[in-house]
């Protein structure tokens, strides 16, 4: 895969998910091993948690 690709990859939840899922399932990690992936996922999903309360305008 190009590095652009690669890049592009990081911007994307389902990334940070999966390396999760993987670490639990494979490696039987335990939550300090997963807060890097658990981190990123919270972050994206306050980012767009905010961005469509504050876009939901009430008429």
Aim: proline share 3%.
């Amino acid at each position: 895969m190009k590095k652009d690709l690669f890049t592009i990859a990081y911007a994307n939840p389902l990334r940070y998910f999966v390396e999760a899922m993987r670490a639990i399932y494979l490696k039987g990690s335990t939550l300090l091993n997963l807060l890097m992936p658990l981190t990123v996922l919270l972050g994206i999903a306050s980012f767009f948690s905010l961005w469509a309360t504050l876009s939901y305008r009430k008429r």
